[in-house]
Each structure stands twice: as structure tokens, then as C-alpha cells.
């Protein structure tokens, strides 16, 4: 009667696999499993040996099969525990190896990943896989040299128009460490002088959600923002409950109280390959969660849908527990790319040793008082450099009168001069003048646009360039700055080398060194078409 019990569990376990129905293959497999350990555990030394051995091998093959749903439902951690017992019962099954290979990969455990899918090479009775087993080696490899070196090429993406497959991207952790911060809590600094463009860290989302906000009326909007809010935090929950280590990292982010008390974690622990409480099962509070997502989470900016000018309506959402240690400021000096479910942060400017990596966490293109408003919204105050000299300076008569300009469409040539002559007149120099240029960026970018005006003006203002520079050395690169400066130099004929080398350090700083020059050069085309149209 048990066998053919277990015969039934078997088939009926295997069917559900097959049609993807992975929770209740899981359950089956889970009654044949404990069948067959009982009636293991209960043979007797007179029991056939070829139909123990049998058993056994089925009980393999049963811990293999449910390692594999265990995978597809991302429960990574019990899935390897459920390819540890069948690897116990025939330590080279290769179902198994190739299945915690895979499991490993997933986790960015690369060395790991890479042992099995070698055992499972070795195992001379399933050559026939030999070429999948080989593609995954390959993988293992190049994501393992990504990992420590931090070198990422994006071109083959960028140059196919974004379309296919994403880029593969390892996990990956540069020249940084966590330490307390003057802007608030703790913060991500950097440990030697980097230039513009250099690749501080690779991580993916602990959990994304997305969706099209329809701009029909704004509850509409507001109740899709909602759905999608609900689901992102559902699977935040589900990350937590399946591993413990998810739990332990996302409990280091602050929950908005105490940001002085708060402990500054070790970098170590953020790495794949950190081993923690591997298969514990872990219990979130649902209130610290929220709180934690309300403080940490970031919006995605895609360049693919950005640039190719597809869902304009996109919105993105997600959770990437080492970014999320980094601070906003106004003087921001990195900039993040997000590819698929991974964020790529890089410095949008030179960076000195020890100095504290920062984001914009909104447009920072902007007078102060605008500025004040988004600080408001994301709950804190900004007191770095540039908000500070604006707070002093920035309660001359000339530039209120100047910021009038900007509600009520004034003449911004004249408006650009009065600002470039009163600059002058009150000598300022060096940053202090790109803080207030970056201010005022609407009313230059407005000037150079027009034709009238740089009729007019353009000899008495300085040009798109200088103007550029300037603000590019105060706040870091940024994507219309860059836009900009290309225009102007194609407008002046420009073409030559050293044009050629200033559009690509720009574009260094705004999209980060992780593509050729022809890719980069593909993607200034896509936004110059962009912004054309």
C-alpha cells in the first residue's frame, strides 16, 4: 500500500513541476519525501538491498526536484538545504549540483557557483549536458572577474538599442566604506581620489515594483501608485521571510528615528559571498519594514525607456540596501544607472579620499526655495555648502528680482547678464558662482536656446560651455548640462578631437565609464534625438 502511495505521490508531484505549479509540487514532494525517510528508518537488516538503494535514489531525485521548485519560487536558502540532503544520499548527482550551481549564481556567490558546476562536469555519465554545464561555467567566470575588478562593458546593450536580453551584471562593491556623516546618520564614503565616471558599486534590488501611471485625473494615478506600493512591499516581506540574511541587511537601513544612535555597520556584511544564518527563517516586523521603505527606497530613472523615449508614464520603485546608505545633497557627487533590477553608482565628478558620496535625491537644477519644498517632502533639511551660501547670499534684491524671471518669462538675456555682472560685482568666485548658475540653469538654458537672444547677448555671457563647466565642477554632472555643451559644439562646427574627448568626459560623468566610446558616442546621438524632437 505504501509504494504504491508513494508511486502516486511520486507522478503526481513530478506532473506539477512539469506544469509549473510549484507550491503544491512542493507539498506533494514533501509527503513522498517523509514517506520514504520513514520507511528508511524503518528497514530492517533483512530488507533487499537493490530496493533500499532504489529508494534512496528516489528519495535523491525527490530533494533534487524540490530543490528545483524551492528555486523558482526564489526560497534560495531551503532550496540549497533540500540539495545538501540529496547531495548527502549520492554526493555527485548532477540534477543537484546543477541546480545548487544555479542557486549560487543567483546569490552572487561566484566561487561557490563555480565549484558545483565543476563537480557536475566532472561527472563523466552526464556528458551529454556538457555544453550547458560549460555555458554556465562561463557565466561564473565572467561575472566572478566583474566582481573583482569592477569592470563592466554595457556597449553590446547600448549599441543594440537597448532591445534583447539585458547585460549580465555581477555584484559588485568598489573603493568604499560606511561611516557616520555630517549630513545625516551614516553615509558611503569614498577611500581614495577617484575621477569622474569611476564605478563605486554594482547591487541588485532586495525587490522592485513597477508600473505605468495613467496621467488621466490624479486619483487614477494616485490609486495605481497604490496597487503598485502594495505589491512592492508584499515582495520586500516575502525576501524577508525566505532569507535571514535579506532580514539582518535591510535591518541596518535606518527607520527614520534615531539617525545619530544608529550603529554603522560593517562593509563586509554587504557582500555575496558574507556568510550568515544561511538557513534560518526569519520574523519581520511589518511596522519597522514599512518604516524602512518609507525612509529607503529609491525611484528608478531608466535610461533605456528614458533616452528611446518609450513610457513616459513609467514609474519604478525599489529597494538596494547598499545605496541606500547614500546621502542627498544639493553638491551632489555621484550619479545611479539603473539596468533590469541592478543600480550602477559612479561619480559624476572628482572625488577626493575620504569624501562622503552623495545623490540628488530631486532635481537640484533649482532656485533654493524650490529646493526647500522636495526637502520637505522627503523629510529632512539640507545644510550642505550650497544651501548654505544660498541662504545667506541669496537674499539680495538682484536675485529675487532675477528669480521673478523664472515665473514670469522676463528677458532672460538681459536676466543672464544683470546675474553674470552682479556675480562680478560681488566676486564671487570658483563654486560659489556655480552654485547660483546651477540656480538660475533654466534661465541660461532658455537663453542659449534661443537665437534672438544669443543675437543680442551672446557676446556680453559667457558661453554654454564656461556656464557648463561651471556647473558641472559645483553639482556634478548631469544629463542637460551635458546635452548642452554637445549642442553648442556641433552649432560652432566643432568636431575635431578635442571636442570629440569633452563630450565624452561629459558623458563619463552622467552615464559612468562602463561602455566604449563608440557606445557612448551611440548614446549622446539617442539624446541629442531626444531632446530634438
Keep these: 500500500m505504501n509504494e504504491e502511495l508513494m508511486q502516486q505521490l511520486r507522478s503526481k508531484a ?28 524503518n528497514a530492517h537488516e533483512t530488507s533487499d538491498p537493490d530496493e533500499l538503494t532504489k529508494l534512496r535514489k528516489s528519495l535523491c531525485l525527490a530533494f533534487s526536484n524540490r530543490a528545483e521548485a524551492r528555486s523558482r519560487l526564489r526560497d534560495f536558502f531551503q532550496a540549497i538545504v533540500d540539495c545538501d540532503q540529496a547531495l548527502e544520499i549520492e554526493k555527485t548527482h548532477f540534477k543537484s549540483l546543477l541546480c545548487k550551481g544555479k542557486i549560487f549564481l543567483n546569490l552572487h556567490r ?94 541588485k534590488a532586495i525587490a522592485t515594483g513597477r508600473g ?105 520603485v525599489g ?22 533590477d541592478h543600480v550602477l553608482v559612479y561619480t559624476s565628478r572628482d572625488v577626493r579620499a575620504e569624501e562622503e558620496i552623495t545623490f540628488a535625491y530631486f532635481d537640484v537644477l533649482t532656485q533654493l526655495k524650490k529646493r526647500r519644498e522636495m526637502c520637505k517632502t522627503w523629510g529632512f533639511h539640507c545644510n550642505c555648502k550650497r544651501c548654505r551660501f544660498e541662504e545667506v547670499f541669496g537674499c539680495r534684491e538682484e536675485l529675487k528680482e532675477i528669480g521673478l524671471t523664472l515665473e514670469y518669462g522676463l528677458d532672460n538675456g538681459n536676466m543672464v547678464f544683470r546675474l553674470e555682472e552682479g556675480m562680478r560685482k560681488w566676486m564671487l568666485k570658483g563654486k560659489e558662482k556655480g552654485y547660483l548658475r546651477a540656480s538660475f540653469w533654466t534661465l541660461y538654458s532658455e537663453a542659449f536656446k534661443s537665437e534672438k537672444v544669443m543675437m543680442k547677448w551672446g557676446r556680453r555671457i559667457p558661453t554654454t560651455e564656461v556656464i557648463s563647466d561651471s556647473i558641472i565642477e559645483a553639482v556634478g554632472g548631469d544629463e542637460r548640462l551635458m546635452k548642452a555643451v554637445v549642442e553648442a559644439l556641433r552649432k560652432s562646427g566643432g568636431g575635431g578631437m578635442v571636442e570629440t574627448e569633452k563630450a565624452m568626459k561629459l558623458a563619463r560623468g552622467v552615464y559612468g565609464k562602463v561602455m566604449k566610446k563608440q557606445a557612448m558616442r551611440a548614446l549622446l546621438e539617442l539624446c541629442l534625438q531626444d531632446q530634438n524632437h
Aim: proline share 2%; with cysteine; hydrophobic share 35%.
Design 14 to 41: 513530478t506532473e506539477l513541476l512539469l506544469r509549473e505549479e510549484y507550491k503544491e509540487s512542493i507539498q506533494v514532494y514533501s509527503q513522498f519525501i517523509t514517506l520514504c525517510q520513514n520507511h528508511l528508518s
Design 319 to 340: 529597494l538596494w540596501i547598499l545605496a541606500s546608505f547614500i546621502n542627498h545633497s544639493c553638491v551632489p557627487n555621484a550619479r545611479r544607472l539603473h539596468v533590469g
Design 110 to 203: 561566484y566561487s561557490n557557483a563555480l565549484d558545483c558546476f565543476k563537480l557536475a562536469l566532472s561527472n563523466i555519465q552526464n556528458n551529454g549536458n556538457s555544453e550547458s554545464v560549460n555555458g554556465y561555467l562561463e557565466i561564473c567566470k565572467k561575472l566572478e572577474y566583474q566582481s573583482r575588478t569592477g569592470f563592466f562593458d554595457l556597449s553590446d546593450w547600448v549599441l543594440n538599442g537597448f532591445r534583447g536580453k539585458l547585460p549580465e551584471m555581477a555584484e559588485y562593491i568598489g573603493s568604499v566604506q560606511i561611516k557616520k556623516s555630517d549630513y545625516s546618520g551614516r553615509g558611503l564614503f569614498v577611500t581614495k581620489n577617484m575621477e569622474a565616471g569611476t564605478l563605486l558599486l554594482v547591487t
Design 212 to 316: 505605468i501611471m495613467p496621467e488621466l485625473d490624479e486619483d487614477s494615478s494616485e490609486s495605481a501608485r497604490l496597487v503598485m506600493w502594495k505589491g512592492f512591499v508584499d515582495k520586500v516581506v516575502d525576501a524577508t521571510n525566505k532569507c535571514s540574511k535579506t532580514q539582518r541587511l535591510i535591518s541596518t537601513l535606518s527607520s527614520g528615528e534615531d539617525e545619530e544612535g544608529l550603529e554603522v555597520p560593517d562593509l563586509n556584511l554587504f557582500r555575496p559571498e558574507a556568510e550568515g544564518d544561511l538557513y534560518m527563517q526569519a520574523n519581520p516586523e511589518m511596522s519597522k519594514i514599512m518604516n524602512i521603505l518609507d525612509v529607503n527606497s529609491l525611484t528608478e530613472d531608466a535610461i533605456s525607456a528614458k533616452v528611446l523615449g518609450k513610457n513616459s508614464d513609467y514609474y519604478g
